[in-house]
């Protein structure tokens, strides 16, 4: 039963983390799905639940009761479905029920748990989405589960559907920075950090390791002296997860849209079929975040991408 315990697991840290207690209104369903901005999971929210600001999913006005919405490995719902069948006797603390969705039969637990000094209500469901899975996780405050019962979060769990893709337009405006130019790349997928993003030419099904892709977004950390943007770009190209053998080709600071910045190549393998391929990554220093912006293709394609790579690059601003 490890699997649904990890499941349940993944709904205390993200309930916890993001949602706040407190009363709500209304237990019908809405008229129609809604997809959480920048997922593939939709559904149709209470009466009293509007889309979220500060998260992926829904929540009421007072920022009460919630409804969080995410995206997991695609192996993560074969998972629990096979831990559910090997726990035929019931051993596990937590029985998963099953719901039937639009999507695919979708597995869900309840638990009755104590945040802070509140006692709540926690659902946790996960359904099929075929190269990944949906997962929704909601949290009730005692003082509101007269209204929203376990009934009527139920409902709303059937009403469940996924898409196949998220708009271009709806992802990147979901960023903290502009991107201007996606240099034709076809897919823009949303990381789960969410304030970065892959551009891509493949998706989950065709993988990435024979691609062209970039991965672009901020990060909090950078050298507290000008004298070490060297040192830090090098260890922050060596760090880029999935490039093994790598070797350093280049690392000179640039000029980026008029700013401070540090370009890195570096040469490596990556993949199970250990696909030569060339990395770029551009640091553009701002205050207070770092902008990287990282370019990885096949090396026989390099000559084609690296134009690309650097037509997203120029085009990126700030909001």
Not at 273 to 286: K, M
Request: hydrophobic share 45%; charged share 20%.
């Amino acid at each position: 039963m490890k699997s649904i315990r990890f499941l349940s697991a993944v709904a205390l840290l993200v309930v916890s983390l993001c949602l706040v207690l407190g009363l709500v209104v209304g237990p019908a369903l809405a008229a129609e799905p809604v997809f959480a901005p920048g997922t593939r999971v939709g559904l149709t929210p209470l009466v009293g639940l509007v889309p979220a600001k500060a998260f992926a999913g829904f929540e009421t006005e007072d920022h009460s009761v919630k409804v969080l919405v995410a995206e997991l490995p695609a192996e993560a719902y074969g998972e629990v479905a096979k831990a559910l069948k090997s726990d035929a006797t019931g051993t596990s603390s937590v029985h998963p029920s099953t719901i039937e969705t639009a999507a695919g039969t979708a597995y869900f637990t309840t638990e009755t748990a104590v945040n802070g000094a509140v006692s709540v209500r926690r659902y946790s469901m996960i359904i099929p989405g075929g190269t990944f899975s949906g997962y929704v996780a909601v949290e009730v405050p005692e003082n509101a589960g007269k209204i929203y019962t376990d009934d009527a979060v139920r409902q709303m769990f059937a009403s469940a559907v996924v898409r196949k893709e998220v708009p271009v337009e709806e992802s990147l405006g979901l960023l903290p920075f502009k991107v201007s130019d996606t240099a034709d790349f076809k897919n823009v997928r949303l990381l789960p950090v969410g304030a970065a993003a892959i551009l891509s030419d493949n998706d989950e099904t065709t993988g990435f390791d024979h691609s062209t892709f970039m991965i672009v977004g901020l990060i909090g950390s950078k050298p507290s002296q000008a004298d070490d943007r060297d040192r830090f770009a090098q260890e922050m190209a060596r760090s880029i997860p999935g490039i093994r053998e790598a070797h350093l080709t280049m690392s000179e600071p640039v000029r980026i849209d008029s700013g401070p910045g540090y370009e890195t190549r570096l040469d490596g393998v990556s993949g199970k079929d250990n696909v030569p391929v060339t990395v770029v990554q551009w640091l553009r220093f701002g205050n207070p975040a770092v902008m990287r912006i990282i370019g990885i293709a096949p090396r026989d394609q390099w000559e084609k991408a690296f134009p690309r790579f650097r037509a997203v690059r120029d085009g990126i601003q700030a909001r």
